[in-house]
């Protein structure tokens, strides 16, 4: 029998942690798990919770793991490796899926399910952390205020120290192109194509383009058919991502994943406490329709603490029937004041 309870996959990772913690602390009694019995266990043990082990190499099991739950918070990245399963599974079982990847191409093949998840009732909401919880709820804020916006730029400051998770996410994605959408299509053009000054609201900054998932999550939200996404970084950092443009083989290849992996692994711990209270992030949009535009600014907390509490809170706000079914984005399936739902954001209008 189907109850009301939360699943959290890969729960004793970094963010998977920091999610729990925080879905405990608002009363959510998730269950957790992942693929470690060991880890998942502990994790369960430290805080008195319902634990469970799988893999998700074969669909239908993970869907008889699922078989009683309300909703799957996925923490376990890359996503686009356990994204796909994990969906598949979910529709079978008539269970909801999120997740919090920012990977543009998790988002479009999860949209692409968007049919099959309404026939079965169950809602598709990728993306419920940062930055997709800003930076979509501010493009859908930019769109309401110029309904018309033909253009929409969007971008955010902040993201200092990476989680290991992230940084393996990056490390796959060295060898891949930009991506911008362009006329409704996503479209690859070079790493930090575009490079400009920003004014993130805490004074103007140099900005590279990046293919972060808003290049897919705006549209989706939207329909703006031009959508190009920046992030703020240093000199030395532009001029390495451009460098990638003609090194991506050599990035790509087996020898240097391998080792940069391994770099990771011995040395990127994530941001510890002090620095999650202390950090905020600076989010950025602009809408035109090419004779006006306007501009409008998020602050948020820390890109981890903000994720820690805007995923248990959506994943109650979907498993409370509050999300309309089908493939959705956090503002499509929340409307734009979404992010202001979490503690600590403010928005402002130019
Ligand atoms: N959008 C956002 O707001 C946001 C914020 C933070 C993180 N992220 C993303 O979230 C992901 C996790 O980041 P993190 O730093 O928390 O990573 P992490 O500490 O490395 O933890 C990753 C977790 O995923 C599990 N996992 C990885 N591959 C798996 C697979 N194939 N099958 C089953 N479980 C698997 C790991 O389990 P094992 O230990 O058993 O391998 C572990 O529990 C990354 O992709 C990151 O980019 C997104």
Redesign the pocket.
């Known amino acids: 029998m189907r109850n009301d309870r939360i699943l959290i996959y ?1 729960a ?5 942690r920091l999610v729990t913690e925080q879905a405990i602390g608002d009363g959510l009694d998730p269950i957790v798990a ?3 019995a060991g ?1 998942a266990e502990s994790l369960a043990a430290t805080h008195d919770l319902d634990y469970r082990v799988f ?2 190499d074969d669909s239908s099991v993970v869907a008889d793991a699922l078989a009683d739950v309300a909703v799957v918070l996925n ?5 686009v ?2 994204s796909g399963p994990m969906v598949d599974a979910c529709i079978e079982a008539g269970t909801h899926y999120l997740d ?3 990977e543009i191409e998790v988002f479009e093949a999860i949209a692409a399910h968007d049919t099959e998840a309404e026939a079965a009732s169950v809602t598709l909401l990728p ?1 419920v ?4 919880v800003p930076t979509d709820s501010l493009a859908a804020h930019l769109s309401a205020r110029l309904p018309d916006a033909t253009h929409l730029e969007l971008g955010f400051q902040g993201l200092d120290e990476l ?4 940084a ?2 990056a490390i796959e994605s060295l060898d891949d192109s930009g991506t911008v959408r362009r006329d409704s299509d996503l479209v690859d053009v070079p790493v930090a194509h575009d490079v400009r000054t920003i004014d993130f609201g805490d004074g103007s900054t140099t900005a590279a383009t990046i293919q972060w998932g808003d290049v897919s999550t705006a549209y989706h939200t939207t329909g703006i058919p031009n959508v190009t996404v920046y992030a703020a970084q240093p000199e030395a950092t532009i001029r390495f991502l451009r460098l990638s443009n003609r090194l991506g083989w050599l990035l790509g290849s087996t020898p240097v994943q391998s080792a940069l992996h391994g770099l990771v692994d011995r040395f990127v711990d ?1 941001p510890n406490e002090a620095a999650r209270r202390e950090e905020s992030m600076y989010v950025w949009g602009r809408a035109t329709n090419g004779e006006e535009s306007v501009v409008s600014r998020l602050v948020t907390p820390e ?2 603490l903000f ?1 820690s509490h805007s995923a248990p809170h959506l994943a109650a706000r979907v498993r409370d029937g509050e999300a309309p079914v089908g493939f959705q984005t956090p503002a499509s399936a929340f409307g734009p004041d979404i992010a202001l739902d979490i503690d600590g954001v403010e928005r402002t209008d130019e």
Do not use: E
Not at 129 to 132: H, I, K, L, N, S
Not at 163 to 166: A, C, K, L, V
């Open positions: 890969g004793y990772g970094y963010t998977g992942g693929r470690s880890k893999t998700l923490c376990a990245g890359p996503f490796r356990t919090i990847t920012g993306g952390g940062f930055d997709v989680s290991p998770g992230t393996h996410t994530g890109s981890y994720t």
